[in-house]
């Protein structure tokens, strides 16, 4: 069984596939690090590209835009019934996803968190179709 106690801490993304209109996608990026972590009633992510280029004192739009390319970030509270969590997004790089609320299945084997369920990328502006995605996480901390 899953439960909040269960859950606090870091999480490594591992593993992670997307399943839109029947055909199913790898979305596990090995070039970039996902992290995602949890307290008893918040949950954040980052995800970022090694070696990224470090800004100058001048700080130009076209630093910015290339990190803005080399980070993505978001959080906000969750909720958490039986198996079934429901991240309510207060904060994220994808202004597309803030104050929506998106509900996966849990489901946790020792270190190994698995996160799936229906995507909503018609509703978030990504797609005309609604996905599926299933991605797995270990235990860092």
Same mark, same amino acid.
């Given at each position: 069984m899953i439960n909040k106690k269960?859950?606090?801490?870091?999480?490594?993304l591992i593993d992670a596939q997307m399943t839109?209109? !029947? /055909?199913t996608e790898n979305t596990f990026d090995a070039n970039r690090?996902?992290? /995602?972590?949890?307290?008893?009633? =918040?949950f954040s992510f980052y995800s970022k590209t090694a070696n990224r280029t470090a800004y100058?004192?001048?700080?130009?739009?076209?630093?910015? @835009?290339?990190?803005?390319?080399?980070?993505?970030?978001?959080? !906000?509270?969750?909720? @958490? @019934?039986?198996?079934i969590y429901t991240e309510h997004v207060t904060y994220c790089t994808y202004p597309n996803y803030e104050g929506?609320?998106?509900?996966?299945?849990l489901s946790l084997s020792g270190n190994t968190l698995t996160q799936e369920g229906d #995507?909503?990328?018609k509703e978030l502006g990504f797609?005309? =179709?609604?996905? #599926?995605v299933k991605e797995v996480y270990q235990r860092i901390e």
């Open positions: 269960s859950l606090i801490g870091e999480w490594r839109v209109s !029947g /055909k690090e996902m992290v /995602k972590l949890f307290t008893g009633t =918040h100058s004192a001048a700080v130009t739009d076209q630093e910015r @835009l290339q990190g803005s390319k080399t980070l993505d970030a978001g959080g !906000g509270r969750y909720d @958490l @019934l039986g198996d929506k609320s998106i509900s996966f299945k #995507y909503p990328l797609s005309e =179709h609604d996905g #599926y």
